[in-house]
């Protein structure tokens, strides 16, 4: 799907708690039989996975592409997880789950199932100002400069309207994207082994300190134990 990640996880006995950390991305979950919205997140969310059980699947939006797909301003749902019923029409979530507790492969048929969503909104109102285009470019700027006069011209905009605008697409401000933006980029940076030192510079930190600092705000934990988690 474009602008979306589909993605999986069988639940073993003993995966007890996981972190879910910020990344500016919304969710369509299901989980337990249910399907839900995660909203973008501020800080660290700690979900429980525990013992053996169903697939966990889900679609996970890029930033600021799920409120168009969903009809839903990022922020109404800011760290928070609803039931996708309170969102589109109880009798067609419901029918949806059943497909998707039904096929082989549930991911794919949730995958499909919100493909005609969007095809059935096609030409409606989006929540939020910012064309695709502008979506992007937007993530581009901030993920690498975190200037959010540069992110607001690349929009054709002015910074007060991309504020605006960056609540209802992302789920809160250009700043806060950033910040999330940035940590994301520098944990994967971590994960391919270039070391903190090097991550630091390379992703604007003042130094290692200022990095460490920022994950551990953002995330709930230091930036080793974040790389530790699976």
């Known amino acids: 799907m474009p602008g979306a990640t589909v993605?999986?996880?069988?639940p073993g006995a003993g995966d007890g708690q996981t972190r879910v950390l910020p990344d500016g991305c919304m969710d369509v979950v299901r989980i337990g039989g249910r399907l839900l919205v995660a909203g973008p997140d501020t800080r660290a969310h700690i979900t429980t996975i525990d013992g053996p059980g169903g697939p966990v699947i889900g679609i996970r939006f890029h930033p600021g592409v799920g409120p168009s797909v969903?009809?839903?301003?990022?922020?109404?749902?800011?760290?928070e997880r609803i039931g996708l019923d309170?969102?589109?029409?109880?009798?067609?979530?419901r029918g949806l789950s059943q497909r998707v507790a039904d096929d082989a492969r549930p991911a794919a048929t949730l995958e499909r199932a919100l493909l005609d969503m969007i095809?059935?909104?096609r030409g409606s109102r989006p929540p939020?100002?910012?064309?695709?285009?502008?979506?992007?470019?937007?993530?581009?700027?901030?993920a690498f400069t975190g200037r959010v006069d540069d992110a607001a011209d690349a929009a054709g905009i002015g910074p007060r309207q991309l504020h605006r605008a960056a609540l209802a697409?992302?789920?809160?401000?250009?700043?806060?994207l950033a910040r999330v933006l940035r940590m994301q980029?520098?944990?994967?940076?971590?994960?391919?082994?270039?070391?903190?030192?090097?991550?630091?510079?390379?992703?604007?930190y003042s130094d290692q300190p200022h990095l460490s600092r920022e994950v551990t705000a953002l995330a709930g934990a230091s930036i080793r134990q974040v790389l530790r988690q699976r």
């Open 86 to 93: 309170d969102v589109w029409p109880a009798a067609l979530v």
């Open 70 to 79: 969903l009809g839903l301003p990022a922020d109404r749902v800011r760290d």
């Open 169 to 176: 697409a992302f789920g809160y401000g250009p700043k806060t």
């Open 7 to 10: 993605w999986s996880l069988t």
């Open 185 to 204: 980029r520098a944990l994967a940076l971590a994960r391919n082994g270039t070391a903190l030192a090097d991550v630091a510079a390379e992703c604007g």
């Open 119 to 121: 095809a059935r909104r």
């Open 128 to 142: 939020h100002p910012l064309a695709p285009a502008a979506v992007r470019a937007v993530v581009a700027v901030l």
